[in-house]
C-alpha cells in the first residue's frame, strides 16, 4: 500500500513539475491592436516595419510580470519579427519561425 502511494505521489509531482517547466518557456499573452499602444510604441513598430505588413502584434508577459511586444512583419514575401519594450525601445529583430 505504502509503495502504491508513494509511486502516485511520484507521478503526480513529475506531471506538475513538467506543466511548471513549460509554462516557463512560454509565457501567456494577447494579440494587440497597433492603434491601442502607447505613441512610442506605434513610432517604433512603423518605423522597423518600413512600409511592409504588420501581421501581427502580441504582448509577451513574463515570469516577472513585465512584458513586451512581439511585431511580426511581412516584406518582400517573408516574415521577420522584432520585439519592442513598453517604451518604444527596440530590443532584438529575429527571424519568423514557420
Same mark, same amino acid.
Given at each position: 500500500?505504502?509503495?502504491? /502511494?508513494?509511486?502516485?505521489? %511520484?507521478?503526480? /509531482?513529475?506531471?506538475?513539475?513538467?506543466?511548471? @517547466?513549460?509554462?516557463?518557456?512560454?509565457?501567456?499573452?494577447?494579440?494587440?491592436? #497597433?492603434? /491601442?499602444?502607447? @505613441?512610442? $510604441?506605434?513610432?517604433?513598430?512603423?518605423?522597423? %516595419?518600413?512600409?511592409?505588413?504588420? #501581421?501581427? #502584434?502580441?504582448?509577451?508577459?513574463?515570469?516577472?510580470?513585465?512584458?513586451?511586444?512581439? #511585431? $511580426? $512583419?511581412? /516584406?518582400?514575401?517573408?516574415?521577420?519579427?522584432?520585439? $519592442?519594450?513598453?517604451?518604444?525601445?527596440?530590443?532584438?529583430?529575429?527571424?519568423?519561425?514557420?
Amino acid at each position: 500500500m505504502k509503495t502504491k /502511494s508513494l509511486l502516485l505521489t %511520484a507521478v503526480i /509531482s513529475a506531471g506538475l513539475a513538467c506543466e511548471v @517547466a513549460a509554462q516557463g518557456r512560454e509565457q501567456p499573452g494577447e494579440m494587440v491592436q #497597433v492603434k /491601442s499602444l502607447p @505613441a512610442s $510604441v506605434q513610432q517604433t513598430i512603423n518605423q522597423k %516595419a518600413a512600409g511592409g505588413e504588420i #501581421v501581427r #502584434v502580441k504582448r509577451e508577459d513574463d515570469a516577472n510580470g513585465r512584458w513586451n511586444y512581439d #511585431v $511580426v $512583419v511581412r /516584406s518582400q514575401g517573408k516574415e521577420w519579427g522584432f520585439e $519592442v519594450d513598453p517604451n518604444g525601445k527596440l530590443l532584438r529583430t529575429h527571424g519568423e519561425k514557420k
